[in-house]
Each structure stands twice: as C-alpha cells, then as structure tokens.
C-alpha cells in the first residue's frame, strides 16, 4: 500500500534536514526518507582527525547556530553529528531511518518513490542523498594489476594503519592534502597530484569561502560575472595539520604516474617506484541512480537546473550536490539558503498558503 504526502525529501543529512525546516515553515506535509541507520548523513564516516574548516558559528543550518566545541575552534565530525541529531530532534523533523529509496517515477499527477520498505506518493520531491555515496575513481591504467591495498577516501580512517608502508595519495583537493598530511609523518608517503597544489592563502577558511561563494551569488543575480568564484582562488585550504606538514617540507607533490603496475607505479619518465598501498582521493559523484527512471540526466551526470528545481521535471529539486543546485549549497551554512528558496517554490507550485 502507497502512503501520501506533499513532499518526499530523500536524504537526512544536514541538506535534508534544512529542506525539513523549511518545508515546515511552508506548512506542507513532508517526510525525510534516510538510508542511514541513525543521524548525520556522510559525517559519520569520514577519517577520524576531519575537523570542520570554519568555526562553529559559521557551520550552521537555518534557525540554530552550531554551539561551540569546547577547546576546538574548528569542530570535528563528531560535533557535527551531534548537531545534526539535535536539529532534527529540535524541530521534530519526520526522518524515516533506514529507508533506501530505489527509484522515483512520474505517475502522472504524482510522482512515485519507491523504497526499500513501501512507496509513497508525493506532489514534489527534494532530492538531498550527497555525493559521499558515489566515490570516484579515476580510470588510470593498470588499477587492477596493483596487488597492494587500494582505498578511496571513504574508507580511509587514520595514518596508524598505514604506519612503516610506503603509500601513495592520489588527489590534489581537500581530502588528498589533508590525508597525505597526517600520513607525512609515520610513513614513507607519496602525494601525486594531477597539476601543483594550489593552497588557499593561510588565513582562508570556510567564513571567506562562504563570503567568496555570496559575493559570485550576488554578482551573478545582478548580471555580472565579475567574480571568478572560490575556485578561481585555490584548492586546498591551509588548515593547520596542512601547514605544518607542508611548512616542515613534508607536503611535497609529484605529477601523476602513469599507470600501475602490481608492486608500484610507473612515473612519466619510465621509473618504477614501489608502494604498498594507494589512496584515492580523488573525489565523488552526485549520488542520483534513485532517480533514473525519470530520464533526467544530462552531460557530466548533472540534471539541469534552475536554482535547485529541475528545469524538465518541476515537482523535483536538488539540494546539496554542489555549486550547481546553488553556491555553496553543498555546504553547512550555505544549504539554508536554497533549502528555503525549494520549499518556497514548492510551496508556490501546490498552491500551500502561507
Ligand atoms: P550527506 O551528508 O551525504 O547526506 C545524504 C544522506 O542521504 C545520507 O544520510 C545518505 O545515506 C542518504 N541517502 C543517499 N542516497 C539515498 C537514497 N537513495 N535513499 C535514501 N537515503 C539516501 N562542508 C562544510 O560546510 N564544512 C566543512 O568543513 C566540510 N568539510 C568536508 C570534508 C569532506 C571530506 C567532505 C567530503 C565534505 C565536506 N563538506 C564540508 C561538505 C558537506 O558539508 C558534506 O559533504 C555534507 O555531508 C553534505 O551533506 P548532504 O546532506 O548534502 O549529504
């Protein structure tokens, strides 16, 4: 038997609980369906040292500020857990736990999602399940050969696992820098990097991120493209395990092997270095298999969108993901902004007076 709402949201982490506050403030009918057993979306599984790279206050979700972590300025992922847990227990948010939707169907006045226990029915949908879930890896020759430890950073928790190995890092992003960091020490590590690492000057951080990621908002809506956006001003933010390790000369790069082979790499100029495990930090996808039946999707794996609303299938939007459902949107403080912005215009769409 189907059950009925207004809005569906698939994913409880934070951009599904942000798109619950505000569909509360819109007075729909919502439930958030959530693959994971308990709260806190993709922070429950990332390294153990991950701390946030703004401060607390700069961390939060629409209507209540992230409390400091005492002693921390930049909290770890267990703060934000926390948070999460509490937020959706403070605005008594519907999360439906354990509840994989399998695929969302347009049947017609509604649209159908279908879940690992039942389906529901909804007049619009927002999709909020992340990219956590879609680890990318590169296609580089040889990958399968390689007879060492091979792991994306899903499943990478701590260097002590690695301690004495010799270990290569593959990525120049956030995740590549700060993983080749705390390996830097303990190990004989390797960082292969597809261009220089680009850091971000030493006093950026999320807050001037978030300030970058306004300001392009801002010049974009006003017909300017004057702002290069936050890419335009590195990759890698210098936080503080990052400094040291590069300050002490422990952060150095090599430009990517070529191809791998069962006890190692080969670089560009023929030698062959051995190691015995690779990481891949090379990033994620936008997890959104869940909704293919609808035949959406276009170049690079996108869904076009307009703000967070798909452009073809109006009743869907997209939340979280990336710059491309809204600047910044897949991030702590900047998921409330399209998060209202999609209630808003659903609210609108079903003709909810508020
Ligand atoms: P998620 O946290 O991934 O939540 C999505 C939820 O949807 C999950 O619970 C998942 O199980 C569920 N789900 C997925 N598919 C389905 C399905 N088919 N059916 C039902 N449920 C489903 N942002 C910051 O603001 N500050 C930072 O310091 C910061 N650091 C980061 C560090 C790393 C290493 C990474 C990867 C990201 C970081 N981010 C940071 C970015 C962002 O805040 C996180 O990625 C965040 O987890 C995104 O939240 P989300 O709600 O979009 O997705």
């Known amino acids: 038997m189907s059950q009925h709402t207004d809005v569906v949201v698939i994913g409880g982490g934070q951009a599904g609980l942000a798109a619950g506050y505000h569909l509360r403030r819109q ?8 693959a994971q ?29 992230m409390p400091a972590q005492p002693g921390e300025e930049y ?17 008594d948010l519907p999360v439906q736990r354990q509840v994989q939707v399998v695929g969302v169907h347009d049947d017609g006045r509604l ?12 007049r619009a949908v927002i999709s909020a399940t992340g990219t956590w879930w879609r680890p990318f890896l590169p296609a580089v020759p040889g990958r399968e050969d390689f007879e060492g430890r091979q792991l994306h950073t899903v499943s990478y928790r ?12 593959v990525g120049g992003g956030n995740s ?18 597809q261009r220089p690492p680009r850091y971000l000057a030493d006093d950026i951080d999320g807050r001037a991120l978030f300030d970058a990621a306004t300001a392009r908002r801002r010049a974009l809506n006003e017909g300017r493209n004057d702002s290069k956006g936050i890419a335009s001003l590195g ?12 300050d002490a000369g422990l952060l150095k ?15 560009a100029d023929g030698t062959r270095e051995p190691a015995d495990a690779v990481i891949w930090c090379t990033g994620f996808r936008s997890a959104l298999s869940h909704l293919s039946p609808l035949g959406l999707r276009g170049p690079r794996g996108h869904i076009a969108t307009q703000g967070t609303r798909s452009v073809q299938e109006p009743r869907l939007h997209l939340l979280g993901y990336g710059d491309w459902t809204g600047p910044a949107s897949a991030t702590l403080i900047g998921v409330g902004r399209p998060a209202r912005d999609a209630a808003r215009e659903i609210a609108g769409l079903l003709g909810v007076a508020t």
């Open 75 to 91: 909290p770890d992922a267990d703060h934000v857990v926390a948070y999460l847990s509490d937020y959706e227990k403070r605005y």
């Open 176 to 193: 590549g820098a700060q993983i080749a960091s705390e390996l830097a020490y303990d190990t004989e590590l390797i960082w292969a990097t």
């Open 253 to 267: 790069a090599s430009p990517m092997f070529v191809r791998l082979v069962r006890d190692g790499v080969i670089w």
């Open 27 to 34: 007075k729909m009918g919502f439930v958030i369906l959530d």
């Open 158 to 169: 701590r260097p002590q696992d690695f301690a004495g190995q010799r270990v290569i890092v």
């Open 235 to 246: 990759d890698i933010v210098a936080v503080p395990p990052v400094r040291e390790a590069r």
């Open 37 to 65: 057993a308990s709260p806190g979306g993709a922070w429950q599984h990332v390294w153990d040292s991950l701390h946030l790279f703004s401060p607390a206050a700069f961390s939060s979700l629409p209507g209540r500020l």
């Open 111 to 122: 649209l159908r999602v279908e879940t690992t226990s039942g389906t529901w029915h909804a």
